[in-house]
C-alpha cells in the first residue's frame, strides 16, 4: 500500500480541463468498481479526462426488469451494466433516453430498452460476455464495461440475529444489522478481462454505491478479491454522499471502511469524502426518509491515518432532477479531477 497523506482537500490542485481532449486516449488507465447509480455518475464525469476506462460491475440485481430477464430468460441481471454502457457513450444524454425508455404496456411493461438489447445480444451470441463486448465494440465509448463474472451467482447475508438473508432486496433492508455476507455457489470466477484490468491499471477505484448490493458484491469473488488485496496499485474509496435507508442507516464513513476492510482483508489508500454542504430544504427530506450526510471528523480521520489510509476531501455534490425529483448525487468530474490531480496524473 501507497504511504498514506491526511486531509488533502481537492482545491489548489485542479487544472484546467477541457471536455473535447485531444489526449484522452493516452489518459491513465482507471478500473471501477460497483454498479447502480453511483458508478454511472462516476464514469459520466471520468470520460471527461481518459478513454481507458473499464468499469467492472455487480451481477447481483434481482429487482425490477433486470430480475424479470433473469427469472424469464436465465439472463444475467443487465440493469447496471446497462447503465454504465450509457454513462461511457460519447452522447450519454441521448442515448440515455433510448436506452433508459421504460414500456409501460402489454408483456414488455416495466422493461427498459437497454435491459432488452442486451438480452437480444445474449440471444444472438450466445453468451452473455460476448454480447456485452459486442455492445461496448458498437457503440462510441470512452472505454468499456465487464460483468464482474459470466455466472450466475446469488448474494446471500447473515444477520446479527443469525437469520439467514437471500437476494439484494432483503439484505438492502438489514445492512447496519450484517454480520457477513457471501455469494453462492462458491468458487465464482471472474471474467478473465476483470483480472487483467487490475494487473495494468493506473488506479483503481471502488464506488460510489451501494455498499453491500453494489460495491462488495464484485469483492466477494475469491480470485478478484485476492487480486485486489495483493496489488501495489492504489486503491481509492468513493465514500457514499449519504446513508442509504435500511442498507447503511445508521452507519458511518468509517463503518464503511471497516466493511471494505473485513471483505478484502485491507483498506483502501485512499477515501474520497465530500465536504460540500447539502442545502437545508433537501437534507431536511432526506434526513425524514432516514439518510443523513456521511462525512468524517478529525478524529476518525487520524484513526484512518494510523491504519494507512489518506483522505482526499472536497465540494464533490452535484444536485440534479431525476423523475422529477430532486436528489443528491456525486459531481463525477468533480470527483475524477481531485483523484487524478491527487495522483499527479497529466490532465493538460
Not at 485486489?228 to 442498507?247: C, D, F, H, R, S
Not at 489518506?310 to 459531481?331: C, Y
Request: proline letters at 4%; glycine letters at 10%; hydrophobic letters at 40%.
Amino acid at each position: 500500500m501507497l504511504s498514506s497523506k491526511r486531509g488533502l482537500s481537492s482545491s489548489g490542485r485542479r487544472s484546467a480541463l477541457i471536455d473535447e481532449d485531444p489526449h484522452l486516449s493516452s489518459g491513465p488507465y482507471i478500473v471501477a468498481i460497483g454498479g447502480g447509480t453511483g458508478l454511472s455518475s462516476f464514469l459520466v464525469g471520468l470520460k471527461s479526462f481518459t478513454k481507458n476506462i473499464t468499469a467492472i460491475v455487480t451481477v447481483t440485481d434481482e429487482g425490477g426488469s433486470s430480475g424479470r430477464l433473469t427469472r424469464d430468460w436465465g439472463l444475467l441481471p443487465p440493469g447496471d451494466i446497462r447503465n454504465c454502457i450509457v454513462a461511457l457513450s460519447e452522447n450519454d444524454d441521448d442515448f440515455k433516453k433510448i436506452m433508459d425508455f421504460r414500456f409501460d404496456k402489454g408483456d414488455l411493461s416495466g422493461h427498459s430498452l437497454g435491459n432488452l438489447v442486451l438480452l437480444a445480444a445474449t440471444e444472438v451470441y450466445g453468451d452473455f460476455m460476448i454480447a456485452v463486448e459486442r455492445v461496448n465494440r458498437l457503440l462510441s465509448m470512452r472505454g468499456r464495461v465487464l460483468p464482474i463474472s459470466s455466472e450466475t451467482m446469488v448474494l446471500f447475508a447473515e444477520a446479527s440475529d443469525g437469520e439467514m438473508l437471500r437476494g439484494e432486496l432483503a439484505i438492502s433492508s438489514r445492512g447496519k444489522d450484517l454480520r457477513n455476507i457471501w455469494l453462492e455457489p462458491k468458487g465464482i470466477k471472474p471474467v478473465n478481462e476483470a483480472i487483467h484490468s487490475l494487473l495494468n491499471a493506473d488506479v483503481i477505484v471502488l464506488g460510489p454505491g451501494s455498499l453491500f448490493t453494489s460495491v462488495i458484491p464484485n469483492l466477494l469473488v475469491d480470485d478478484f478479491r485476492e487480486k485486489l488485496y495483493n496489488t501495489t496499485i492504489p486503491v481509492i474509496y468513493i465514500a457514499n454522499l449519504m446513508t442509504q435507508p435500511g442498507e447503511t442507516e445508521g452507519m458511518s464513513t468509517l463503518d464503511h471502511l471497516d466493511w471494505l476492510d473485513k471483505i478484502v482483508g485491507r483498506l483502501p489508500d485512499f477515501v474520497v469524502v465530500n465536504d460540500q454542504r447539502i442545502p437545508d430544504e433537501l437534507l431536511d427530506r432526506y434526513t425524514a426518509d432516514g439518510a443523513v450526510p456521511l462525512g468524517l471528523d478529525e478524529e476518525e480521520e487520524t484513526s484512518l491515518s494510523k491504519r494507512g489510509c489518506g483522505v482526499i476531501r472536497g465540494n464533490f455534490l452535484r444536485i440534479s432532477s431525476v423523475n422529477g425529483s430532486t436528489v443528491v448525487r456525486h459531481d463525477g468530474r468533480r470527483v475524477s479531477e481531485a483523484i487524478l490531480s491527487f495522483l499527479g496524473s497529466d490532465l493538460r
